[in-house]
């Protein structure tokens, strides 16, 4: 049995480290602002606001920054899947890594490794999206669209409701707009990037087979997305199996994808049938 590789990925790209860490605070402050700035009016006149106002807002944003905080973690520093000479049925050979690798698999660069079925590197986390932390990359994107679009809701309602602003400094006021504008720019980004992988894994691509095929374009930023055939289609539940793990328990869960199977190659039709691809089987691999 083959473990996970947990060999150091992170910080090799200064610039990446860099967003990476803009990204965290960014993330820390949102909290820190709701807290203390935003929710403390209700927090301290709760006769202000409807009843249970501020236990409702606060169990909300408190869940959804969790989720946020805590897949940005995970994809940022677990592994996301490292191809090893010790891989069945190899396809491919990396003349930078020496090693021979299955299909789908790609030699990031930043990350100085073959990644198996890297998507992309993601310059948020500084470090590959592949195999093993795509699922806690979209769970990441999808708590920051969602958890920043609440950010902003409740901004815009704390500055426009009935209690007493405790923004009365010029500069803490233009710092918390600045604030408030540049979580809603990023959620809208994390909210259009969720569409685009949600189209490309209905069909079984990876962001890096796409921009291949297409060309690097910023078309998802309007939920545009070319269309494209890939030969590893097979439906679209399978499709996202193969992401996010035939464990239905854990599905909505930011819990690692129970996806290992695919560490020895992809199906392509007609060689697995839907009915194969939803059954439990033995893991080939396990931690």
Same mark, same amino acid.
């Given at each position: 049995?083959?473990?996970?590789?947990?060999?150091?990925?992170?910080? #090799?790209?200064?610039?990446?480290?860099? =967003?990476?860490?803009?990204?965290?605070?960014?993330?820390?402050?949102?909290?820190?602002?709701?807290?203390?700035?935003?929710?403390?009016?209700?927090?301290?006149?709760?006769?202000?606001?409807?009843?249970?106002?501020?236990?409702?807002?606060?169990? =909300?944003?408190?869940?959804?920054?969790?989720?946020?905080?805590?897949?940005?973690?995970?994809?940022?520093?677990?592994?996301?899947?490292?191809?090893?000479?010790?891989?069945?049925?190899?396809?491919?050979?990396?003349?930078? /890594?020496?090693?021979?690798?299955?299909?789908?698999?790609?030699? /990031?660069?930043?990350?100085?490794?073959?990644?198996?079925?890297?998507?992309?590197?993601?310059?948020?986390?500084?470090?590959?999206?592949?195999?093993?932390?795509?699922?806690?990359?979209?769970?990441?994107?999808?708590?920051?669209?969602?958890?920043?679009?609440?950010?902003?809701?409740?901004?815009?309602?704390?500055?426009?409701?009935?209690?007493?602003?405790?923004?009365?400094?010029?500069?803490?006021?233009?710092?918390?707009?600045?604030?408030?504008?540049? =979580?809603?720019?990023?959620?809208?980004? /994390?909210?259009?990037?969720?569409?685009?992988?949600?189209?490309?894994?209905?069909?079984?691509?990876?962001?890096?087979?796409?921009?291949?095929?297409?060309?690097?374009?910023?078309?998802?930023?309007?939920?545009?997305?070319?269309?494209?055939?890939?030969?590893?289609?097979?439906?679209?539940?399978?499709?996202?199996?193969?992401?996010?793990?035939?464990? =239905?328990?854990?599905?909505?869960?930011?819990? #690692?994808?129970?996806?290992?199977?695919?560490?020895?190659?992809?199906?392509?039709?007609?060689?697995?049938?839907?009915?194969?691809?939803?059954?439990?089987?033995?893991?080939?691999?396990?931690?």
């Amino acid at each position: 049995m083959a473990k996970h590789d947990h060999d150091s990925h992170m910080f #090799e790209d200064k610039p990446s480290q860099k =967003v990476f860490m803009f990204t965290l605070l960014m993330t820390i402050f949102c909290f820190i602002s709701i807290y203390f700035v935003v929710l403390e009016d209700p927090r301290s006149h709760p006769d202000h606001y409807p009843e249970y106002y501020y236990e409702f807002w606060l169990a =909300v944003y408190f869940h959804v920054w969790s989720f946020t905080m805590y897949n940005l973690l995970l994809t940022a520093f677990k592994s996301p899947g490292k191809t090893t000479k010790n891989q069945i049925n190899p396809n491919e050979f990396c003349k930078r /890594c020496n090693i021979d690798r299955i299909e789908r698999s790609h030699h /990031c660069t930043a990350c100085k490794q073959c990644t198996l079925r890297m998507d992309h590197h993601c310059r948020w986390t500084n470090t590959c999206v592949g195999l093993r932390t795509h699922k806690n990359f979209l769970w990441y994107i999808f708590y920051t669209g969602f958890g920043g679009s609440t950010h902003v809701f409740l901004c815009i309602t704390y500055l426009l409701g009935p209690g007493p602003s405790t923004l009365s400094n010029i500069l803490v006021k233009g710092l918390f707009y600045m604030h408030a504008a540049i =979580v809603g720019f990023f959620s809208y980004f /994390c909210l259009t990037l969720l569409v685009f992988q949600v189209k490309l894994i209905s069909s079984n691509i990876s962001s890096l087979e796409y921009f291949k095929e297409m060309g690097v374009n910023f078309g998802f930023i309007l939920c545009k997305v070319y269309p494209m055939e890939s030969r590893y289609d097979q439906g679209i539940i399978p499709n996202f199996l193969q992401v996010i793990g035939d464990d =239905v328990l854990f599905w909505l869960f930011p819990t #690692e994808a129970r996806n290992y199977k695919f560490e020895t190659g992809y199906p392509k039709p007609p060689d697995v049938s839907s009915e194969d691809i939803l059954a439990h089987g033995e893991f080939l691999f396990e931690d």
